[in-house]
């Protein structure tokens, strides 16, 4: 399950009135009052947001409360947009290996360089991540072109091919998609 967890962090009052309303709540409730005990409880964290009425910096999913006092449900329903957008933004990259893909500008990087991909470069490239063992070009052409395994074509080889190419010469790495007996595989 996806566990939302909510940090309050400085703000004791706000955190007690969260906790008395913890039961009709969809996320975790934690408060914190020192910033070295933050910076290491995030680290255990995928989704989290802090409340805070201060903008600390190196520290990311911030919601900063300023105007107070403040609609209790109001405040709850930010939160919520809070943790979709998070949600949102977590599903829209891929991380592989060292590298960050963008599922929504299409772009692979690493560090400062980036290199644009195509929709079918994506979607093999996410279909070869998911599956973590080598895929067939059948398969390939079934789940990714949507071909039925008797059409007879190299599409799946040559936009694999191209899109080999395309890594080695922008990222210098020609072991991103390795091909195998059995077909391709990310490793």
């Given at each position: 399950?996806?566990?939302?967890?909510?940090?309050?962090?400085?703000?004791?009052?706000?955190?007690?009135?969260?906790?008395?309303?913890s039961l009709d709540l969809n996320f975790e409730i934690?408060?914190?009052?020192?910033?070295?005990?933050l910076n290491e409880k995030i680290k255990s964290f995928?989704?989290?947001?802090?409340?805070?009425?201060?903008?600390?910096?190196?520290?990311?999913?911030?919601?900063?409360?300023?105007?107070?006092?403040?609609?209790?449900?109001?405040?709850?329903?930010?939160?919520?947009?809070?943790?979709?957008?998070?949600?949102?933004?977590?599903?829209?990259?891929?991380?592989?290996?060292?590298?960050?893909?963008?599922?929504?500008?299409?772009?692979?990087?690493?560090?400062?360089?980036?290199?644009?991909?195509?929709?079918?470069?994506?979607?093999?490239?996410?279909?070869?991540?998911?599956?973590?063992?080598?895929?067939?070009?059948?398969?390939?052409?079934?789940?990714?072109?949507?071909?039925?395994?008797?059409?007879?074509?190299?599409?799946?080889?040559?936009?694999?091919?191209?899109?080999?190419?395309?890594?080695?010469?922008?990222?210098?790495?020609?072991?991103?998609?390795?091909?195998?007996?059995?077909?391709?595989?990310?490793?």
């Amino acid at each position: 399950m996806y566990i939302q967890n909510l940090i309050i962090f400085k703000l004791k009052s706000l955190y007690h009135i969260f906790n008395e309303l913890s039961l009709d709540l969809n996320f975790e409730i934690i408060f914190l009052d020192n910033e070295k005990f933050l910076n290491e409880k995030i680290k255990s964290f995928e989704n989290y947001v802090i409340i805070s009425n201060i903008k600390y910096p190196n520290i990311s999913n911030q919601f900063i409360l300023l105007n107070t006092p403040v609609n209790i449900f109001k405040l709850v329903e930010k939160i919520n947009i809070q943790f979709l957008k998070l949600q949102f933004n977590n599903q829209s990259e891929l991380k592989i290996k060292n590298y960050t893909i963008d599922l929504n500008s299409r772009e692979m990087f690493i560090n400062h360089t980036k290199l644009k991909l195509t929709e079918k470069e994506i979607k093999t490239i996410a279909y070869l991540y998911k599956l973590n063992k080598p895929v067939s070009v059948n398969e390939l052409q079934k789940n990714v072109w949507s071909y039925q395994y008797d059409t007879e074509t190299h599409t799946v080889e040559t936009h694999i091919y191209r899109l080999r190419k395309k890594i080695l010469k922008t990222f210098s790495d020609n072991e991103f998609i390795v091909s195998k007996i059995n077909g391709y595989q990310i490793r």
